[in-house]
């Protein structure tokens, strides 16, 4: 897909009132007298967290992102199935269909190995996404199973619609110059009165039957925002003689996209926006 082509779908997804970070909804989010004073109370919410994780839970989620993990391996290997989506600054996006999904892989390096462990640290911050989303409300910790194995949720708005995802995240370091970060969504029980449909992981099968209780918010047990879930999400952070490479790979359950004659195009470009936002970490550096 050319740039040109891209900015156009972008902005009619925008003006349709699609486009987000991450994902969309139908449901209005209830009005508040300010809109700066909501974003604080969710932004408040980020340390909130379950005093201890069941055992046997514990091994499920480190097991679900073990599973995760070399998926994510295999598939940042680049193959002929992957596609050329869009390429800008430096920055190259590839899609490929797997498992009846489409999977998108970004690329790029930050030109300062000194960085390496800053970015790592960044990325790593569930809240990371404030400095560089408006559309970022907040993201808790529901859950902490070890310093590197946590359940998150994170919210999201754009004008007056709003979604979220409950997702497991996990930071491994691979070697002494690369780390990886994964998430992966799962059909958990967060108590929102409101379900589609029962939510199947097609990349990462193990996650199915991880159906932990997760300590929702109170305006997501109320049924205003909309879930989305994350099939696969793995950041591969590499120091390199040159710089940090970064290699993003990201499959995305949007809440909505229009009724319209070519919907996995769409979903495609709604991930694809999502993903070049982890393009600006290299700027956020340069300014360190």
Do not use: C
Request: charged fraction near 25%; glycine fraction near 4%.
């Amino acid at each position: 897909m050319n740039k040109g082509y891209i900015k156009i779908t972008l902005a009619l997804l925008s003006v349709a009132g699609y486009m987000q970070n991450i994902a969309f909804a139908i449901e209005p989010v209830a009005t508040t007298s300010s809109s700066n004073e909501e974003n604080r109370r969710h932004r408040n919410l980020r340390y909130r967290q379950q005093e201890s994780a069941d055992s046997e839970e514990a091994k499920q989620a480190a097991d679900v992102m073990a599973e995760a993990l070399n998926i994510a391996k295999e598939h940042a290997e680049h193959t002929d199935d992957y596609k050329f989506y869009y390429a800008e600054n430096g920055a190259i996006l590839h899609f490929k269909e797997l498992n009846n999904t489409e999977i998108g892989k970004l690329e790029f390096t930050i030109p300062d190995a000194d960085s390496y462990d800053d970015i790592v640290k960044m990325l790593w911050d569930q809240n990371v996404e404030e400095i560089f989303d408006d559309i970022f409300i907040g993201g808790i910790t529901s859950q902490i199973y070890n310093e590197n194995l946590a359940l998150l949720q994170h919210r999201y708005r754009i004008a007056l619609w709003s979604v979220y995802y409950n997702a497991l995240a996990n930071k491994v370091e691979l070697s002494e110059d690369e780390t990886a970060i994964v998430l992966v969504s799962s059909d958990m029980n967060d108590h929102h009165p409101v379900k589609d449909f029962d939510y199947v992981n097609p990349i990462v099968t193990s996650a199915n039957s991880f159906k932990p209780d997760v300590n929702s918010e109170s305006s997501i047990r109320t049924g205003f925002p909309h879930k989305i879930y994350l099939n696969l999400v793995a950041i591969f952070i590499k120091k390199e003689a040159n710089g940090v490479k970064i290699t993003q790979l990201t499959s995305i359950e949007h809440a909505y996209a229009p009724d319209n004659s070519r919907p996995r195009e769409t979903n495609k470009n709604m991930t694809a926006f999502a993903m070049f936002n982890t393009i600006k970490i290299g700027d956020i550096i340069k300014k360190k």
